[in-house]
Each structure stands twice: as structure tokens, then as C-alpha cells.
């Protein structure tokens, strides 16, 4: 998988399109430190339970998704964000497509 373009602008919720019933997702960047992936989702489509050992920070760059942590249901819309803390349960689900941009950071 490719990453973006270092040193340019990048214009990053037209950088990934959606699919029908589909999850698609595009590496911005990769380094030992952590990662930056963007995602489209469809409409009802999401990421199953897991755990994950660093803490994320979700961005929601277009329409709606509700994240889950550790049970408690949280609504995002355009422009939210929340952190997602290491080792605690978590899933997303798109309310409407919505696309996102997932930062982790290894510690």
C-alpha cells in the first residue's frame, strides 16, 4: 500500500471514495511512531469489536458514525473527534457514509 505524497497539500477527504457496501480505507503515512490511515465507509457498514494496544484519535471528515468504547455508544458527526484509549474495546458503524481519518500513535 502506498502512502501520500510527502510535501504537498493534500486535499485528504478526496482521497478515498466510497463503495457500495464496502469499507475502503487509504495509508496517508507509516512511520515506527504510529500511522495515518483515512477511510470511507457506506451506509451501515463498520468495523467489528476489537482492542487495539495504542490509542487512536478518530476524526470524522464527512457525515455520521457512531463509535462504541467499551460499550458506551458515542454519535460523531463532521468535524468530531474522540480518542479510542489502548487496550479498551471498540467499533465503529456508519450511521450515513462517513469518512474518517484514524491516527495512532505507538507509545
Known amino acids: 500500500m502506498s502512502t501520500a505524497p510527502k510535501s504537498e497539500i493534500l486535499h485528504i477527504a478526496e482521497m478515498v ?10 495509508q496517508i503515512t ?14 451501515d ?7 487495539a494496544p495504542y490509542d487512536a484519535l478518530v476524526h470524522i471528515l464527512e457525515g455520521e458514525a457512531e463509535v462504541r468504547i467499551s460499550g458506551t455508544p458515542y454519535l460523531l458527526h463532521a468535524g468530531d473527534a474522540i480518542i479510542m484509549p489502548a487496550n479498551e474495546p471498540h467499533t465503529l458503524k456508519a450511521v450515513g457514509k462517513f469518512k474518517m481519518l484514524l491516527t495512532m500513535i505507538r507509545a
Not at 471514495?17 to 487509504?26: F, I, L, P, T
Not at 507509516?30 to 451506509?43: E, Q, S, Y
Not at 457498514?45 to 482492542?51: K, M, V, Y
Open 17 to 26: 471514495n466510497y463503495q457500495e457496501g464496502s469499507v475502503v480505507s487509504r
Open 30 to 43: 507509516k512511520a515506527d511512531a504510529g500511522n495515518v490511515t483515512l477511510f470511507a465507509f457506506d451506509k
Open 45 to 51: 457498514q463498520g468495523l467489528s469489536e476489537h482492542t
